[in-house]
């Protein structure tokens, strides 16, 4: 399973980058809106420049032809530029009509295994169920993961990529891997969370003081 970084700060991507884990980036209108002043070409260009993977442009048209039209321009950009689009009708028709133009999308808000299996056949590179948000309505979102990936596994014409979204503790991101999803997107302070433990901290600490304390 692949991380990707859910953020618009470079900051945080550019230290991510730097573990040598990093294999993408996903943004949203509301991470690029964190960025005071930061203008949405600028960001996308300057995280390419840090990461070379896929990195997710979401478009905020909600009809069909303007998702295509913000997607053709997003495509410009740069090409490793995916573009996201939501799990609606819409959704649908743009992902198809990009798909058939060689573009990649990223079909987010997927909250059923039949939104995701939908958004397969319209051409979708990449499907983002948000398991953080399924588990806030008392259903388990791992198990959200495990149907989409047995449908997938189940018909060889799909190729469809499974991103774990709304990742909100590690715990998720080990759930993710052992459910199926091929990638996990996490806020920086999830990542910086999973690699501590305090076991570590605390060998670390011994190891210090048994070669300060030898004779």
């Not at 990449?126 to 948000?133: A, C, L």
């Amino acid at each position: 399973m692949q991380f990707y970084l859910d953020t618009a700060n470079l900051d945080e991507i550019r230290e991510a980058a730097s573990w040598g884990i990093l294999s993408g980036v996903t943004t949203n209108p509301t991470l690029v809106a964190r960025e005071k002043g930061a203008d949405f070409k600028s960001v996308i260009s300057e995280i390419a420049e840090l990461v070379d993977g896929p990195i997710s442009a979401e478009a905020v048209s909600l009809d069909g032809e303007g998702m295509v039209k913000e997607g053709l321009e997003f495509a410009t950009w740069h090409p490793n530029v995916i573009v996201k689009v939501p799990s609606t009708t819409e959704g649908l028709k743009a992902v198809y009509q990009l798909a058939r133009k060689g573009i990649r999308t990223n079909v987010t808000l997927i909250f059923n295994a039949a939104q995701a299996l939908m958004a397969a056949r319209a051409g979708a590179f990449i499907v983002s169920p948000f398991v953080g948000r399924v588990d806030d309505t008392g259903v388990d979102g791992m198990q959200l993961i495990r149907e989409i990936s047995q449908i997938y596994k189940s018909d060889s014409e799909i190729t469809t990529k499974i991103i774990s979204a709304s990742i909100r503790h590690p715990r998720h991101i080990i759930d993710s891997a052992l459910a199926g999803a091929d990638i996990a997107t996490c806020p920086f302070k999830v990542l910086q969370l999973a690699i501590r433990h305090p076991l570590t901290d605390r060998g670390i600490e011994q190891f210090l003081a048994d070669w300060k304390s030898r004779s």
